[in-house]
Nanobody
Framework: QVHIEEYGGGLVQPGGSLKLSCTASGKINIAEMAWYRQRPGDAREWVARLPNGGTANYAESLTGRFIISGDRDKKTVYLDMNNLAHEDTAVYYC??????????????WGQGTQVTVSS
């Protein structure tokens, strides 16, 4: 059974930085790692993705401020967030995508971590 644990949320001042991390435990064949977020009153939105062996992609409005990285062997994905603004306040969710012959396409979500940008 796969379990996902997120770390790193909290309160940060505008202009500050924060790093989120997320680790999967259990047997998982990671095809892609990603981050999503859900701002108050909004639907969940995609932030960044890191395909296995591929190039990172970002939501256009976040390019240059957010950086996704990952360690497939450690089954961990990170999100470095810089120059944070009030509108970045959200619950951030990590996401793992798996493809296997036995189970096909499987997705796994973290429990979410709150990031609040406020002075």
């Amino acid at each position: 059974q796969v379990h996902i644990e997120e770390y790193g949320g909290g309160l940060v001042q505008p202009g500050g930085s924060l790093k989120l991390s997320c680790t999967a435990s259990g047997k998982i064949n990671i095809a892609e790692m990603a981050w999503y977020r859900q701002r108050p009153g909004d639907a969940r939105e995609w932030v960044a993705r890191l395909p296995n062996g591929g190039t990172a992609n970002y939501a256009e409005s976040l390019t240059g401020r957010f950086i996704i990285s990952g360690d497939r062997d450690k089954k961990t994905v990170y999100l470095d967030m810089n120059n944070l603004a009030h509108e970045d306040t959200a619950v951030y969710y990590c996401y793992f995508l798996e493809f296997t012959l036995a189970r096909g396409r499987q997705t796994y979500w973290g429990q979410g971590t709150q990031v609040t940008v406020s002075s």
